[in-house]
């Protein structure tokens, strides 16, 4: 038997406790890991109190909507640009601690959308069709993957877009690193908002997502920098996504020494009774002329998992923060993800090394976090220039990855997470990789990477709902310039790898700065159907709302989509209350052998008259 290691976790929890006199912060627990059985040793927490004064809120906002997507001045791009590209760091490569690093598993590669799809605008249907006479004829199956809406939501001007959105029925908040969009007939028609109106220190970086037990939206945005060095970021609450009520959070919040450190790549995730939110904190250490900071490189400090009850944010209470702070190491910065489908129990991820990882487990009423530290099989680890996905214009879109743990899940008593990977080691591209865990005494289980050797496969994010496991992606390389494809993981398919992807907006160009951003989203719509909505953006060049402004190249064209199976119904279905997936079995055998004729305009898009 091995010998057993036992690792030391030293790490500082604090409760901000925010009310009409006093702000208490709850730091110090640290926990020893049994690496044999994976197990934590939680420890007690201490208490100090901060300012009342350092924080505002809640305040009232109301969103007027505009027909057009806002234009940015030249200006306003060049201070977007120089935020994201000045205050900001990248991941550092965790340790090469296992140079035995493992290849693709046999027959895992990933489905490309195929000929064998067809994509309409309104649905992706699986062509198992066949020729009866002069029509063409498709036999419908109960698990048909369809793409109920695709559709463009306007053209904006910044490469890095990062969208995110939620859904209430029909009603739907888009957002993007510089626009937010609104649309309430279900994603046909979008008016718009920009996010610089009420906050006009407003930089980047947005996160929306749906309360369904609430129904409330929860819209995270992060503000610039200031002459200190430090920012905020606005966590606003709304019924209708236009009447609005928000707090302003700032670092020193959380510690009065954190002045010149600031919030960056938030995540936002639901347990049944709080919000959970994650973001990294950088510093500036270097003080120039009289403590006024001119310019300074950040440096890496710290990542926060923190939580607040979901009842004081929808009933406009004062609000409580209980968060830990996982000091970053000397070498660079460690993100730590939430996943998304959690009920009683949030789970984090980040890693270690390239063959560990350490997943935070937090039961939604403790105050107390239990850490695991668990081996996976070995990859590469990489920072950023080191992935390359050139495509037919030569640009490449993976410039800018690295291996930021990028989401994650849980369903039926596992937990997951996925992160990008440099190309090698028997894979062509960079690829997704993935690593699931059991619950129950985390033990590492499967592989569900998400790869194919004539194109990269990138920057993806999982959803759960009742169906199964909902992905978005990017693609690029090769013969594709960046292009956005979704899979549907349930009892229809193999458990992946192996991944069939559905088409769901393809790009002209890949950008010549050569940066995607850092996230897309996918969602349980309206966080109980069957369904998933999603966000996607390519690039067609041309002209866009800020094209004048800089290389066309640059001008994203954002999608929202709604994917889902023949069998669960449509989303209109899921609107109105109904699930056609419970129609009974006589229902679903009259299905599988249904034969339609396809449509017109769909023979057109086959090419076939």
């Keep these: 038997m091995r010998s057993i290691r036992i690792m030391c976790i030293i790490f500082i929890m604090f409760t901000v406790i925010i009310n009409l006199s006093t702000f208490r912060s709850v730091f110090q627990a640290s926990g020893q890991i049994d690496q044999e059985s994976n197990s934590s040793i939680p420890q007690e927490v201490e208490s100090t109190n901060v300012s009342k004064s350092q924080i505002v809120g809640p305040q009232n906002l109301t969103l007027i909507p505009e027909k057009e997507p806002p234009k940015a001045t030249l200006e306003q791009t060049k201070i977007l640009n120089s935020s994201e590209e000045d205050y900001e760091i990248s991941e550092t490569p965790p340790p090469l601690t296992n140079k035995n690093i493992s290849g693709p598993p046999a027959g895992s590669e990933t489905k490309p959308p195929s000929n064998n799809t067809l994509n309409n605008g309104n649905s992706t249907i699986k062509l198992t069709s066949f020729n009866s006479g002069s029509s063409l004829l498709h036999r419908v199956s109960s698990g ?31 957002t993007g690193n510089d626009f937010t969009a609104r649309s309430n007939d279900g994603g046909t028609k979008w008016t718009y908002n920009n996010p610089k109106g009420d906050m006009s220190d407003f930089c980047c970086d947005q996160d929306v997502i749906y309360d369904k037990h609430r129904q409330v939206f929860v819209w995270y945005r992060q503000a610039e920098t200031n002459v200190l060095g430090g920012n905020y970021f606005r966590l606003a609450i709304s019924r209708d996504t236009l009447s609005w009520w928000y707090y302003d959070v700032k670092p020193t919040l959380f510690s009065s020494a954190w002045k010149t450190q600031w919030w960056d790549y938030p995540h936002l995730a639901l347990t049944n009774d709080y919000l959970f939110l994650t973001s990294n904190v950088l510093k500036c250490d270097e003080l120039i002329e009289d403590g006024i900071i001119k310019k300074c490189p950040p440096l890496p400090s710290r990542a926060i998992m923190a939580k607040v009850s979901l009842d004081d944010l929808a009933n406009a209470r004062d609000i409580s923060f209980l968060y830990l702070e996982q000091p970053f190491d000397g070498d660079g910065r460690r993100t730590v993800t939430p996943i998304q489908g959690a009920t009683d129990t949030m789970y984090f991820g980040t890693h270690l090394s390239n063959d560990r990882m350490r997943i935070y487990k937090w039961p939604q009423t403790s105050g107390t976090i239990f850490p695991y530290d668990v081996n996976i099989p070995a990859w590469t680890p990489s920072g950023r220039f080191s992935m390359h996905c050139a495509g037919p214009d030569k640009y490449n879109s993976c410039n800018f990855l690295d291996n930021t743990v990028l989401g994650g899940w849980t369903r039926d008593g596992k937990v997951g997470f996925i992160w990008n990977v440099v190309e090698g080691n028997g894979f062509r591209y960079p690829y997704i990789n993935a690593a699931v865990f059991r619950t129950s005494d985390m033990a590492y289980l499967e592989r569900p990477l998400v790869w194919n050797n004539n194109n990269a496969w990138i920057l993806g994010y999982v959803s759960p709902n009742d169906r199964g496991l909902g992905l978005v992606a990017f693609w690029a390389g090769g013969d594709f310039n960046p292009s956005v494809g979704a899979a549907i993981a349930d009892n229809f398919v193999s458990p992946p790898p192996g991944w069939q992807m559905n088409w769901i907006a393809g ?46 190249s640059e001008v994203i064209y954002p999608y929202y989509f709604i994917i889902g199976r023949e069998i669960d119904g449509t989303p209109e ?37």
């Design 507 to 552: 790009g002209s160009n890949s950008p010549a700065s050569q940066r995607l951003g850092d996230y897309l989203r996918i969602r349980s719509l309206g966080g109980e159907c069957s369904l998933w909505a999603g966000t996607a953006y390519v690039f067609k060049g041309g002209s866009g709302s800020a094209s004048e402004l800089h290389d066309t």
């Design 573 to 609: 279905a899921c609107y109105n209350g109904s699930n056609e997936s419970k129609m009974g079995q006589n229902y679903l055998s009259s299905l599988d052998n249904e034969i339609v004729p396809l449509e017109s305009d769909q023979l057109k898009m086959l090419n076939i008259s």
């Design 144 to 174: 048909d993957a369809h793409v109920y809406v695709d559709n463009y939501v306007g053209s904006h001007g910044t490469s890095v877009a990062e969208p995110s959105t939620a859904n209430k029925g029909r009603l739907i908040f888009y």
